[in-house]
């Protein structure tokens, strides 16, 4: 199982609650599609039991602190962070930029993505798009999060707290 959110914006509470729901499931693995925002947020991460690649968002400003934050349990780089998973290619990006492009040219399984803060599941040119929607919740008064069963293509969005 792997754990998918994004845009966390510094909202704590939600971040645990997240972490407490991959826990749960038993994730093998958690991405973050960006805007932690501040690195203190990041560090809320390190209660998982698994772990962590992410991206930065355009919000996330304090990159260093960011990355020393993420660099003990898993990888902070930039979007796009092209990466294999139990043989499954995966691209995870903050802004959705040129999914449809990214989609047919045939190397990913995966494209994950936030920066919108509205979850989404799709299908484009055969390939799982998802948006978790917004870990903090602020925009839409909604946090979301996703879990994706690599084993079974399933993927669902999941209410946080
Ligand atoms: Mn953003």
């Not at 749960?24 to 599609?33: F, I, R, T, Y």
């Not at 039991?49 to 993420?70: F, M, S, T, W």
């Not at 925009?139 to 999060?145: C, F, I």
Request: net charge negative.
């Amino acid at each position: 199982m792997i754990g998918i959110m994004s845009d966390s914006h510094d909202n704590l509470n939600m971040v645990r609650e997240a972490v407490r729901l991959f826990n749960d499931s038993c994730c093998g693995l958690v991405l973050h599609a960006g805007d932690f925002v501040a690195p203190f947020a990041a560090q809320e991460l390190s209660g998982l039991h698994c772990p962590v690649k992410a991206v930065y968002g355009n919000c996330d400003g304090e990159k260093q602190g960011l990355k020393r934050e993420i660099s003990g349990i898993g990888q902070i780089n930039d979007a796009p962070f092209f990466f294999k998973y139990e043989g499954l290619n995966f691209l995870l990006m903050h802004v959705p930029y040129e999914i449809k492009r990214a989609a047919r040219s045939g190397k990913y399984h995966f494209i994950l993505y936030g920066h919108t803060h509205r979850p989404e599941i799709f299908k484009e040119s055969g390939v799982i798009c998802i948006n978790p929607g917004e870990t903090g919740g602020w925009v839409t008064g909604k946090s979301t999060a996703v879990l994706l069963d690599e084993k079974t293509m399933d993927a669902e969005i999941v209410c946080l707290g």
